[in-house]
């Protein structure tokens, strides 16, 4: 069966996966003061966190519209799947629903499904990975669904930021409690809970610190870790990454682990210097 996957630019894309003509992205959009930004393959990182770094303003995102998904649903695989940031902290979740539904309108019967996947960033990335070896197994349509949305359940999310200040006024810390002032460079360790809300797990004074919490608690809760891939994604900070991943390999082993530079929305979220880490 052939088979397509949409994945919104929350989620990186590695080169192979580029070059494999099974993926293409729904692209969200970034507004900094005057400047809008579509994040696709024309996204300049470092022009956009110089942007940020200059503006008084919060940046602010907005997610693919239904018809984007219905375009890119409107092809001749067989079996197309979507992969979107956490419904909890985007609407593209909801989109690429509506988006389904308006082809369905549009086109007739068709084997297309969305996956949420309750995490972000690089947590898409594996989700879509998985979709691949499910379809490459030969599995039906219902089975790559199941055995999917089996790995999204047990798939955890780790992030460590130099500032939460963008998530704050976005909205995206609703329900937690105040985060430690700035001013004794505290860095909170975050996660996401089964269904894709950000919560706090600890805090350290300064990223070192708050990194290798964070290995620890990685190292702590995955189990089989010999089996599960382990990916990181990093914002403008490829040594702090490999950092990361050198203190991993001391405390677990894994079956292997990729590394790659955050998009624009994740770029936006993470802010220079931020690690973000699912497996």
Partial sequence: MSYKIIVDSCGELTEEMKASGCFATASLEIQVDDYHIIDDETFDQEDFLKKVAASPNCPKSSCPSPETYMEGFNCEAEHVYAVTLSAELSGSYNSAVLGKNLYHEEYGDKDIYIFNS???????????????????????????????????????????????????????????????????????????????????LSQARGVNKALQKMAGFIAEDIKDSEHKTLAISHCNCPDRALSVKKMLEEKMKLKDIIILDTRGISSMYANDGGIIVVV
């Avoid at 949305?149 to 998530?167: A, D, K, M, N, P």
């Fill in 118 to 200: 309750r995490s972000a960033s690089v947590g898409e990335t594996l989700i879509a990975q998985k979709i691949v070896e499910c379809e490459k197994a030969g599995m039906t349509f219902p089975e790559v669904i199941n055995a999917v949305e089996e790995y999204i359940r047990g798939q955890h999310t780790y992030f460590v930021l130099e500032s939460l200040e963008t998530l704050r006024k976005n909205g995206r810390l609703t329900g937690l409690k105040a985060i430690a002032a700035t001013v004794l460079n505290i860095k909170p360790v975050m996660g996401a809970t089964l269904k894709g809300e950000i919560c706090q």
